[in-house]
């Protein structure tokens, strides 16, 4: 197949430039109309400029439609924009990493897909975006693109004799697939509920700059007169708001969730409202994380996540969860069923008795002088906030139970706890250091603090276990001094005195 000719996105990709453009200035554009209100002339001049500002970004929006071109041509992937400075950009087909698909609202009205294409810089950023094509064009593009990169690397004669091993492994395919109880599980104990609160609270700071708030209080100042019951009612009433908006965002985004193992490669398609399916080469995987957040834990559900070498990543560091919401005692089965090579065990070698103390006051100090100011500030109340100091130890005793480490010939396992449980399966060759250091307080106790990292983003993936035996500390620097020099993935580097 050749695609050699220049071609233009589906008109709907000005549709979409004119509502990104929008959004982009839909906060200047409402307080032009809201804040900077005039009667008479001047007013109906106002909304005049208003409504031409929009017709500009519509004329714009289609300019850039008619000047978007793409095409492949020399084993490059070319795409040329701009109006008045002209902007050509050649990826060469070898560079190509990933190929992702998306499909909001628009895309599904008329049928069609949003296709990204990453690359072996890893930027947070798709290297290029073709905004509307449509799906037989999406598919032909990812089969030109693929079939162009195995001859640029095998040449032609390989390829022939390659071709029928390729196929058998195509037909190789492993699916997962989530299931409705999953899904509400994982929505209903998401911890999202943060970001959602933080939105509100946000929102609401600047409400009455467009809403009478005055006016409408006014109406309901009976009811304020009921005091605290009134106050603990509307702040209960927040956060359950909060906790549904959350769980419907959760709903949207992992509804329908599929991963299929594909030769190698994970494909995983999920969303409602936005339809996505992201590619992650296997060889591109540097690490497996497994999260258990409070909420989630007590019902024996976790988060397995990958850790990979460049893409696009969450707002947590992770490439993608290929198992959101699973029972913590399938992680193991599923692991060797479409990743054997990363073993996931819960049996671990623990942080010694003797370290107890440190993490009760590693999580308990950082609450006492707030609780200080609390008592100080809004007695009697304020002593109310003493509740922080044994909640604070009880998270420091269940991050000394839950810290440790498992070592095997090939891989190392971390566990670990910050407010949520986690362990992180890291091959040999993947990690790219290994310190293990130790403080004049952990010295006179033999404790020590293991750091390791693994390539992910532009500063990587760092982890670490706090308060290990000194002897436990010494095996795994040897462990990891000692690898073999193919397998090298880093430096080991010891901190210790």
């Known amino acids: 197949m050749m695609m050699s ?4 996105l589906h008109p709907a990709a000005a549709i979409i430039n004119f509502l990104k453009l929008l959004k982009d200035m839909i906060i200047p554009l409402v307080i032009f109309i809201f804040v900077n209100r005039a009667p008479g002339m001047l007013g109906l001049l106002l909304y005049a400029g208003a409504g031409l500002f929009l017709v500009v970004l519509i004329v ?15 084993d490059e992937l070319r795409v040329e924009q701009g109006l008045f400075v002209k902007q050509k950009r050649f990826v060469p087909i070898e560079r190509v990493q990933t190929i992702n698909t998306r499909a909001g609202i628009i895309q599904q009205l008329f049928g069609l897909v949003k296709l990204e294409i990453e690359t072996a810089s890893g930027g947070a950023e798709a290297e290029i975006e073709l905004t509307a094509i449509s799906k037989s064009e999406a598919a032909a593009i990812q089969k030109e693109l ?3 990169k195995i001859k640029i690397k095998a040449g032609p004669e390989e390829m022939e004799d390659a071709a029928p091993e390729c196929n058998a492994g195509e037909e190789k395919r492993k699916t997962y697939k989530m299931t409705g109880k999953e899904l509400l599980i994982g929505a209903a104990t998401s911890s999202g509920i943060g970001v959602v609160v933080s939105a509100v609270f946000a929102f609401g700071s600047q409400i009455d700059e467009l809403l009478p708030v005055e006016s409408i209080l006014k109406r309901f100042e009976s009811l304020t007169s009921a005091g605290i019951p009134f106050l603990a009612f509307l702040i209960f009433l927040g956060f359950l708001l909060a906790w549904l908006l959350s769980m419907a965002g959760i709903l949207l985004k992992y509804a329908n969730f599929t991963m299929e193992r594909r030769g190698d490669d994970f494909i995983i398609s999920r969303g409602l409202l936005e339809k996505n399916q992201l590619t992650i080469p296997i060889k591109r995987i540097q690490a497996v994380k497994i999260t258990e957040n409070p909420l989630r834990q007590p019902l024996g559900y976790a988060t397995v996540q990958l850790i990979c070498a460049g893409g696009k990543q969450d707002a947590d ?5 290929i198992f959101p919401f699973v029972k913590t005692n399938q992680i193991g089965s599923l692991l060797e069923s479409f990743l054997p090579q990363y073993a996931y065990r819960t049996e671990k070698v623990p942080v010694p008795k003797r370290a107890l103390r440190k993490y009760l006051l590693r999580y308990g100090w950082p609450f006492i002088i707030p609780a200080g100011i609390i008592i100080y500030m809004f007695p009697p109340w304020g002593w109310l906030s003493l509740i922080l100091l044994p909640l604070s130890a009880l998270f420091g005793y269940f991050a000394h139970r839950d810290s440790g480490y498992r070592l095997e010939e090939e891989q190392l396992i971390l566990y670990m706890r910050a407010i949520s449980r986690s362990s992180v399966i890291l091959p040999i060759k993947r990690m790219q250091q290994l310190q293990v250091n130790q403080t004049v307080f952990q010295k006179r106790q033999k404790l020590v603090t293991v750091k390791t990292s693994a390539m992910a983003n532009v500063l990587g993936a760092h982890f670490s276990v706090k308060d290990l035996d000194l002897e436990d500390g010494i095996v795994l620097y040897d462990w990891y001094s000692n690898r073999p020099p193919e397998r090298a993935g880093g430096n080991a580097d010891s901190g210790k005195d």
């Open 5 to 8: 000719e220049p071609k233009r």
């Open 60 to 74: 714009f929006s289609v300019i850039k439609w008619l000047k978007f071109t793409y095409r492949i041509e020399e």
């Open 146 to 148: 693929s079939e162009r």
């Open 317 to 321: 560091g992770l490439s993608a969860a």
